[in-house]
Protein backbone atom coordinates (compact mmCIF):
# COMPACT_ATOMS: atom_id res chain seq x y z
CA UNK A 1 0.00 0.00 0.00
CA UNK A 2 1.27 3.39 -0.76
CA UNK A 3 2.96 5.38 1.78
CA UNK A 4 0.66 8.85 2.19
CA UNK A 5 2.08 11.58 3.96
CA UNK A 6 0.71 14.61 6.30
CA UNK A 7 1.98 18.05 4.95
CA UNK A 8 1.99 21.80 6.45
CA UNK A 9 2.41 24.36 4.70
CA UNK A 10 4.61 27.37 6.62
CA UNK A 11 3.35 30.65 6.07
CA UNK A 12 -0.02 29.61 4.73
CA UNK A 13 -1.84 32.66 4.47
CA UNK A 14 0.98 34.80 2.26
CA UNK A 15 1.26 34.94 -1.67
CA UNK A 16 3.61 31.91 -2.08
CA UNK A 17 1.76 29.81 0.71
CA UNK A 18 -1.39 30.35 -1.16
CA UNK A 19 -0.01 28.95 -4.37
CA UNK A 20 1.41 26.39 -2.40
CA UNK A 21 -2.33 25.19 -0.85
CA UNK A 22 -2.73 24.90 -4.76
CA UNK A 23 -0.28 23.19 -6.07
CA UNK A 24 -1.14 20.73 -3.70
CA UNK A 25 -4.46 19.72 -4.69
CA UNK A 26 -3.13 18.72 -7.83
CA UNK A 27 -0.32 17.29 -7.09
CA UNK A 28 0.49 13.62 -7.24
CA UNK A 29 1.89 13.36 -4.17
CA UNK A 30 -0.12 10.90 -1.91
CA UNK A 31 -1.46 13.34 0.86
CA UNK A 32 -3.29 12.28 4.12
CA UNK A 33 -3.51 15.59 5.72
CA UNK A 34 -2.27 19.30 5.27
CA UNK A 35 -1.68 21.34 8.49
CA UNK A 36 -1.66 25.04 7.62
CA UNK A 37 0.73 27.34 9.49
CA UNK A 38 1.02 31.00 10.21
CA UNK A 39 1.96 34.12 12.69
CA UNK A 40 -0.48 34.51 15.59
CA UNK A 41 -1.75 36.93 13.97
CA UNK A 42 -3.75 34.47 10.95
CA UNK A 43 -4.33 31.94 13.84
CA UNK A 44 -8.34 31.46 12.81
CA UNK A 45 -8.47 32.11 9.78
CA UNK A 46 -9.89 29.71 7.16
CA UNK A 47 -8.50 28.67 3.70
CA UNK A 48 -10.05 26.19 1.54
CA UNK A 49 -8.03 22.98 0.94
CA UNK A 50 -10.01 20.44 -1.73
CA UNK A 51 -13.40 21.69 -1.30
CA UNK A 52 -12.75 21.86 2.68
CA UNK A 53 -12.26 24.67 4.66
CA UNK A 54 -9.14 24.27 6.93
CA UNK A 55 -8.21 26.70 9.71
CA UNK A 56 -5.35 28.20 9.96
CA UNK A 57 -3.26 27.30 13.39
CA UNK A 58 -0.04 29.32 14.97
CA UNK A 59 3.63 28.39 13.87
CA UNK A 60 5.02 26.78 17.01
CA UNK A 61 7.76 24.25 17.06
CA UNK A 62 5.34 21.11 18.22
CA UNK A 63 3.18 22.12 15.23
CA UNK A 64 5.38 19.58 13.27
CA UNK A 65 4.73 16.72 15.30
CA UNK A 66 3.40 13.99 12.98
CA UNK A 67 4.29 15.77 9.67
CA UNK A 68 6.64 14.25 7.51
CA UNK A 69 6.61 17.41 4.86
CA UNK A 70 7.06 21.02 5.85
CA UNK A 71 6.86 23.68 3.02
CA UNK A 72 8.41 26.62 4.50
CA UNK A 73 7.20 30.38 2.88
CA UNK A 74 7.20 32.82 5.59
CA UNK A 75 10.68 34.24 5.56
CA UNK A 76 14.39 33.49 5.79
CA UNK A 77 14.12 34.52 10.47
CA UNK A 78 10.97 32.10 10.46
CA UNK A 79 13.02 29.13 8.44
CA UNK A 80 16.22 29.82 10.30
CA UNK A 81 14.32 29.38 13.72
CA UNK A 82 11.13 26.30 12.60
CA UNK A 83 12.86 24.58 9.87
CA UNK A 84 15.49 22.82 12.53
CA UNK A 85 12.48 22.21 14.67
CA UNK A 86 10.57 20.55 12.11
CA UNK A 87 13.54 18.53 11.17
CA UNK A 88 13.78 17.28 14.99
CA UNK A 89 10.49 15.93 14.77
CA UNK A 90 10.97 14.24 11.83
CA UNK A 91 10.17 16.11 9.20
CA UNK A 92 11.43 16.75 5.78
CA UNK A 93 11.69 20.72 5.08
CA UNK A 94 11.20 22.33 1.69
CA UNK A 95 12.19 25.72 2.66
CA UNK A 96 11.34 28.61 0.03
CA UNK A 97 13.44 31.60 1.68
CA UNK A 98 17.31 32.04 1.50
CA UNK A 99 17.70 30.71 5.02
CA UNK A 100 20.00 27.44 3.94
CA UNK A 101 20.49 28.23 0.05
CA UNK A 102 24.28 28.63 0.41
CA UNK A 103 24.37 26.19 3.19
CA UNK A 104 26.90 23.67 2.22
CA UNK A 105 24.98 20.83 3.79
CA UNK A 106 21.80 22.14 2.49
CA UNK A 107 20.52 21.03 -1.31
CA UNK A 108 20.01 23.28 -3.81
CA UNK A 109 16.90 21.82 -6.27
CA UNK A 110 15.82 22.59 -9.75
CA UNK A 111 13.81 19.38 -9.95
CA UNK A 112 14.75 19.21 -13.77
CA UNK A 113 18.35 20.17 -13.51
CA UNK A 114 19.32 18.45 -10.16
CA UNK A 115 17.03 16.25 -8.77
CA UNK A 116 19.83 13.87 -7.95
CA UNK A 117 20.93 16.21 -5.33
CA UNK A 118 18.12 15.29 -2.93
CA UNK A 119 20.08 12.01 -2.43
CA UNK A 120 22.58 14.33 0.66
CA UNK A 121 19.49 15.77 1.79
CA UNK A 122 19.70 15.86 5.46
CA UNK A 123 15.81 17.00 6.57
CA UNK A 124 16.38 20.21 4.88
CA UNK A 125 16.20 21.44 0.61
CA UNK A 126 16.06 24.58 -0.26
CA UNK A 127 14.43 26.40 -3.13
CA UNK A 128 16.09 28.54 -5.14
CA UNK A 129 15.68 32.30 -5.80
CA UNK A 130 12.59 32.10 -8.20
CA UNK A 131 15.13 34.32 -11.00
CA UNK A 132 17.11 31.86 -10.82
CA UNK A 133 14.98 28.87 -10.95
CA UNK A 134 13.52 29.81 -14.37
CA UNK A 135 17.19 30.52 -15.86
CA UNK A 136 18.30 27.19 -14.72
CA UNK A 137 15.23 24.95 -16.56
CA UNK A 138 16.10 27.14 -19.77
CA UNK A 139 19.76 26.92 -19.93
CA UNK A 140 20.88 23.31 -18.44
CA UNK A 141 19.87 21.44 -21.53
CA UNK A 142 22.07 23.79 -23.62
CA UNK A 143 24.87 23.18 -20.51
CA UNK A 144 24.40 19.73 -20.75
CA UNK A 145 24.45 19.79 -24.42
CA UNK A 146 27.42 22.48 -25.43
CA UNK A 147 29.23 24.13 -22.24
CA UNK A 148 28.35 27.04 -20.36
CA UNK A 149 31.48 29.35 -20.07
CA UNK A 150 29.53 32.70 -19.41
CA UNK A 151 26.06 33.91 -18.50
CA UNK A 152 24.39 37.49 -18.40
CA UNK A 153 20.81 38.26 -17.18
CA UNK A 154 19.00 41.12 -16.58
CA UNK A 155 15.75 40.35 -14.89
CA UNK A 156 12.10 42.38 -14.71
CA UNK A 157 10.90 40.88 -12.13
CA UNK A 158 6.84 41.38 -10.53
CA UNK A 159 5.77 42.99 -7.69
CA UNK A 160 3.99 39.74 -6.02
CA UNK A 161 7.61 38.85 -6.03
CA UNK A 162 7.80 41.44 -3.32
CA UNK A 163 4.75 40.27 -1.32
CA UNK A 164 1.50 41.17 -1.44
CA UNK A 165 1.78 44.28 0.77
CA UNK A 166 3.64 45.24 -2.51
CA UNK A 167 0.67 44.13 -4.75
CA UNK A 168 -1.57 46.66 -2.94
CA UNK A 169 0.95 49.72 -2.63
CA UNK A 170 1.19 49.26 -6.88
CA UNK A 171 -1.93 49.10 -7.56
CA UNK A 172 -2.73 52.20 -5.47
CA UNK A 173 0.11 54.15 -6.42
CA UNK A 174 -1.14 53.18 -10.28
CA UNK A 175 -4.88 54.61 -9.34
CA UNK A 176 -3.54 57.61 -7.64
CA UNK A 177 -1.35 58.55 -11.19
CA UNK A 178 -4.52 57.69 -13.31
CA UNK A 179 -6.48 60.08 -10.86
CA UNK A 180 -3.44 62.96 -11.43
CA UNK A 181 -1.09 62.97 -8.54
CA UNK A 182 2.16 63.43 -9.20
CA UNK A 183 5.02 60.92 -8.69
CA UNK A 184 6.23 62.76 -5.71
CA UNK A 185 2.87 62.47 -4.49
CA UNK A 186 2.73 59.09 -4.25
CA UNK A 187 3.14 56.42 -1.11
CA UNK A 188 5.82 54.45 -1.53
CA UNK A 189 6.77 52.52 1.91
CA UNK A 190 7.81 48.58 0.38
CA UNK A 191 10.32 48.97 -2.84
CA UNK A 192 13.19 49.03 -3.57
CA UNK A 193 13.29 47.30 -0.60
CA UNK A 194 11.26 47.28 2.37
CA UNK A 195 14.36 47.42 5.04
CA UNK A 196 16.44 50.17 2.69
CA UNK A 197 16.16 53.79 3.75
CA UNK A 198 14.77 55.31 0.93
CA UNK A 199 11.60 53.91 -0.55
CA UNK A 200 10.39 54.59 -4.34
CA UNK A 201 6.87 54.36 -6.56
CA UNK A 202 6.61 51.32 -9.01
CA UNK A 203 3.70 52.59 -10.76
CA UNK A 204 4.82 53.14 -14.15
CA UNK A 205 8.40 52.78 -13.54
CA UNK A 206 11.32 50.57 -13.26
CA UNK A 207 13.69 49.97 -10.11
CA UNK A 208 17.25 48.47 -11.01
CA UNK A 209 17.08 47.36 -6.99
CA UNK A 210 15.77 43.99 -6.03
CA UNK A 211 16.85 43.78 -1.83
CA UNK A 212 19.88 45.49 -0.61
CA UNK A 213 23.18 46.94 -1.95
CA UNK A 214 25.68 44.24 -1.06
CA UNK A 215 29.75 43.50 -2.12
CA UNK A 216 30.95 45.13 -5.80
CA UNK A 217 27.71 47.44 -5.47
CA UNK A 218 25.85 44.51 -7.02
CA UNK A 219 22.55 43.87 -4.93
CA UNK A 220 21.78 40.41 -3.03
CA UNK A 221 18.74 39.63 -5.24
CA UNK A 222 21.82 39.66 -7.89
CA UNK A 223 24.37 38.13 -5.99
CA UNK A 224 21.82 35.41 -5.28
CA UNK A 225 21.81 34.42 -8.90
CA UNK A 226 25.64 34.04 -9.21
CA UNK A 227 26.11 31.95 -6.42
CA UNK A 228 22.98 30.24 -6.95
CA UNK A 229 23.94 29.35 -10.64
CA UNK A 230 27.42 28.01 -9.68
CA UNK A 231 25.44 26.08 -6.75
CA UNK A 232 23.13 24.07 -8.92
CA UNK A 233 25.14 23.49 -11.80
CA UNK A 234 28.19 22.34 -9.72
CA UNK A 235 30.26 24.94 -11.67
CA UNK A 236 32.10 27.64 -9.65
CA UNK A 237 34.15 28.29 -13.11
CA UNK A 238 31.25 29.53 -14.87
CA UNK A 239 31.08 33.54 -15.10
CA UNK A 240 27.63 34.99 -14.33
CA UNK A 241 26.73 38.49 -13.80
CA UNK A 242 22.85 39.29 -13.04
CA UNK A 243 21.05 42.91 -13.26
CA UNK A 244 17.58 42.69 -11.01
CA UNK A 245 14.97 45.09 -12.23
CA UNK A 246 11.63 45.38 -10.53
CA UNK A 247 8.77 46.59 -12.97
CA UNK A 248 5.02 47.25 -12.10
CA UNK A 249 3.64 44.07 -13.76
CA UNK A 250 1.83 41.30 -10.63
CA UNK A 251 2.81 38.26 -11.82
CA UNK A 252 5.18 36.53 -13.69
CA UNK A 253 9.13 37.55 -14.52
CA UNK A 254 11.08 37.89 -17.53
CA UNK A 255 14.59 37.69 -18.24
CA UNK A 256 17.29 38.58 -20.83
CA UNK A 257 19.99 36.13 -21.16
CA UNK A 258 23.29 36.43 -23.04
CA UNK A 259 24.91 33.06 -22.91
CA UNK A 260 28.68 31.78 -24.47
CA UNK A 261 28.90 28.08 -24.97
CA UNK A 262 31.99 25.96 -24.99
CA UNK A 263 30.94 23.42 -28.25
CA UNK A 264 30.99 26.15 -31.07
CA UNK A 265 28.87 23.91 -33.26
CA UNK A 266 26.15 25.20 -31.38
CA UNK A 267 23.49 26.68 -33.74
CA UNK A 268 19.88 28.76 -32.69
CA UNK A 269 18.28 25.43 -34.58
CA UNK A 270 19.74 23.08 -32.62
CA UNK A 271 19.47 25.35 -29.32
CA UNK A 272 15.45 25.42 -30.26
CA UNK A 273 15.73 21.65 -30.62
CA UNK A 274 16.98 20.75 -27.56
CA UNK A 275 14.55 22.94 -25.47
CA UNK A 276 11.61 21.58 -27.24
CA UNK A 277 12.59 18.21 -25.74
CA UNK A 278 13.34 19.91 -22.26
CA UNK A 279 11.64 19.02 -19.28
CA UNK A 280 9.69 21.96 -17.90
CA UNK A 281 10.27 24.10 -21.18
CA UNK A 282 7.73 25.32 -23.86
CA UNK A 283 9.10 27.00 -26.86
CA UNK A 284 7.59 29.94 -28.13
CA UNK A 285 10.07 31.23 -30.55
CA UNK A 286 9.20 32.44 -33.94
CA UNK A 287 9.75 36.12 -34.68
CA UNK A 288 8.08 35.71 -37.91
CA UNK A 289 4.40 35.75 -36.53
CA UNK A 290 5.47 37.59 -33.49
CA UNK A 291 5.63 34.66 -31.45
CA UNK A 292 7.46 34.83 -27.90
CA UNK A 293 6.89 34.65 -24.39
CA UNK A 294 4.80 37.04 -22.23
CA UNK A 295 4.66 37.46 -18.60
CA UNK A 296 1.00 38.26 -18.73
CA UNK A 297 0.92 34.33 -20.71
CA UNK A 298 2.50 32.72 -17.63
CA UNK A 299 0.30 33.78 -15.07
CA UNK A 300 -0.91 30.25 -13.65
CA UNK A 301 1.05 28.03 -15.68
CA UNK A 302 3.71 25.66 -14.14
CA UNK A 303 6.13 26.11 -17.40
CA UNK A 304 9.11 28.00 -17.99
CA UNK A 305 8.84 29.82 -21.44
CA UNK A 306 11.81 30.61 -23.81
CA UNK A 307 12.03 32.39 -26.97
CA UNK A 308 13.86 35.17 -29.02
CA UNK A 309 16.63 32.59 -29.27
CA UNK A 310 19.12 34.67 -31.80
CA UNK A 311 22.99 34.61 -32.32
CA UNK A 312 25.25 37.26 -30.90
CA UNK A 313 26.06 39.47 -34.11
CA UNK A 314 29.68 39.65 -32.65
CA UNK A 315 30.81 36.65 -30.70
CA UNK A 316 30.07 33.60 -32.39
CA UNK A 317 29.70 31.21 -29.47
CA UNK A 318 26.92 33.86 -27.83
CA UNK A 319 23.07 33.75 -27.97
CA UNK A 320 20.78 35.84 -26.73
CA UNK A 321 17.19 34.84 -25.24
CA UNK A 322 14.24 35.53 -23.71
CA UNK A 323 13.17 33.41 -20.80
CA UNK A 324 9.02 34.31 -18.91
CA UNK A 325 7.79 32.33 -16.13
CA UNK A 326 5.64 32.53 -13.19
CA UNK A 327 7.61 33.20 -9.73
CA UNK A 328 4.93 32.65 -7.56
CA UNK A 329 4.21 29.00 -8.98
CA UNK A 330 7.92 27.91 -11.02
CA UNK A 331 10.01 30.52 -9.14
CA UNK A 332 8.32 29.28 -5.52
CA UNK A 333 5.48 27.08 -5.00
CA UNK A 334 5.19 24.49 -7.61
CA UNK A 335 9.13 24.13 -7.79
CA UNK A 336 9.05 23.34 -4.00
CA UNK A 337 5.73 20.93 -4.26
CA UNK A 338 7.96 19.18 -7.17
CA UNK A 339 10.72 18.47 -4.74
CA UNK A 340 8.57 16.91 -2.57
CA UNK A 341 6.70 14.73 -5.70
CA UNK A 342 10.71 13.81 -6.35
CA UNK A 343 11.24 13.31 -2.36
CA UNK A 344 8.49 11.09 -2.34
CA UNK A 345 9.59 9.18 -6.18
CA UNK A 346 12.94 8.83 -4.65
CA UNK A 347 11.88 7.02 -1.79
CA UNK A 348 13.46 10.05 -0.11
CA UNK A 349 10.98 11.34 2.70
CA UNK A 350 12.19 10.51 6.39
CA UNK A 351 8.68 9.10 7.69
CA UNK A 352 7.80 9.69 11.41
Not at 29 to 36: D, G, H, T, W
Not at 99 to 120: K, T
Not at 128 to 156: E, F, H, K
Request: hydrophobic share 40%; glycine share 6%.
Amino acid sequence: MEKTYHVAVVGATGAVGAKMIEMLETSSLPIESVKLLASKRSKGKKLAFKNKLLTVEELVPDSFKGIDIALFSAGGSISKKFAPEAVKRGAVVVDNTSAFRMDPEVPLVVPEVNESALHSHHGIIANPNCSTIQMMVALDPIRQAYGLDRIIVSTYQAVSGAGMSAIKELKEQLQDMLDGKQPEDLTANILPCGSDAKHYPLAFNALPQIDVFSDEDYTYEEWKMVNETKKIMSDNQIKVAATCVRIPVLQGHSESIYIEVKDSSATVRSIQDLLLQAPGVVLQDDPSEQIYPQALNSVNKKETFVGRIRRDLDVNNGFHMWVVSDNLLKGAAWNSVQIAESLHRLGLVRVN
